[in-house]
């Protein structure tokens, strides 16, 4: 198993930045992507952002693209996510998850992904 735990979350004004840490443990060797999720009240989980573990690739959802940033330190087993500009709509719980099964592309299904970390909430004040 994989075991992920999320830390960064907080309060922040609009138009300001965040970054979020996600450290793996467990069987690492395990991991073919890292993804982040966030779910906001009342709402279905939606897909931000995913990195290949073992090379550059990265995938990330319209909404985001170009003001989030998605990197990876494997040596630390540990995936970030920049997020610079915040608007009040990004406000959610944000989720990282790995998906353990080999695929040709990534994806921003969450029911592609195994294991997942507890949360963090993320708040972006108007």
């Known amino acids: 198993q994989v075991q992920l735990v999320e830390s960064g979350g907080g309060l922040v004004q609009a138009g300001g930045p965040l970054r979020l840490s996600c450290a793996a443990s467990g069987r690492t060797f395990m991991i073919y992507n890292m993804g982040w999720f966030r779910q906001a009240p009342g709402k279905e989980r939606e897909f931000v952002a995913a990195?290949?573990?073992?090379?550059?690739?990265?995938y990330y959802a319209d909404s985001v693209k170009g003001r989030f940033t998605i990197s990876k330190d494997n040596a630390e087993n540990t995936v970030y996510l920049q997020m610079n500009s915040l608007k009040p709509e990004d406000t959610a719980v944000y989720y990282c998850?790995?998906?353990?099964?080999?695929?040709?592309?990534?994806?921003?299904?969450?029911?592609?992904?195994?294991?997942w970390g507890q949360g963090t909430q993320v708040t972006v004040s108007s």
């Open positions: 990195i290949n573990w073992s090379g550059p690739r990265t």
């Open positions: 998850a790995t998906r353990t099964k080999f695929r040709a592309t990534m994806t921003g299904v969450p029911s592609e992904y195994d294991y």
